[in-house]
Structures are given as structure tokens and as C-alpha cells.
């Protein structure tokens, strides 16, 4: 298999959002790259959760 389908706009970014879920959304990509993109992603995910949550732990008494 050389080709994987790509969400431009991750699905788990969605939040029920419909565009999401179009056909517009979707890419192809090598293989390579789509792994590549997605580790980007996660990666990029990752980091925004550790940053909210030493944000949250600087606050006291804000929780979110």
C-alpha cells in the first residue's frame, strides 16, 4: 500500500463540527508522510495538554 487517505483538519480536533467529516478534508498521502504528519499532530497535542496543565497547577483554584 503506497497511499493513505489524510483528514487535512484532524477528526479529533472535530467537536462535532460537520466540516470535519467532508470530502474536502480529505487528502492523499504517501504513506511516509502521512506518518510523518501524524506523529507531527500528536506531537503538537501533546504538547498543548502539558501546557494547559501546568497552567492549570500554576492557578490555583482554576480548573478546567
Not at 487517505?5 to 504513506?31: S, V
Not at 510523518?36 to 478546567?64: D, H
Request: charged content about 25%; glycine content about 4%; proline content about 3%.
Amino acid at each position: 500500500k503506497w497511499w493513505q487517505a489524510d483528514h487535512r483538519m484532524p477528526l479529533i480536533e472535530a467537536n462535532g463540527r460537520i466540516e470535519y467529516f467532508r470530502l474536502d478534508n480529505l487528502q492523499t498521502l504517501c504513506c511516509k508522510c502521512h506518518a510523518v504528519k501524524t506523529k507531527a499532530e500528536q506531537q503538537a497535542r501533546a504538547a498543548l495538554k502539558r501546557q494547559q496543565a501546568a497552567a492549570s497547577l500554576a492557578s490555583p483554584g482554576a480548573e478546567g
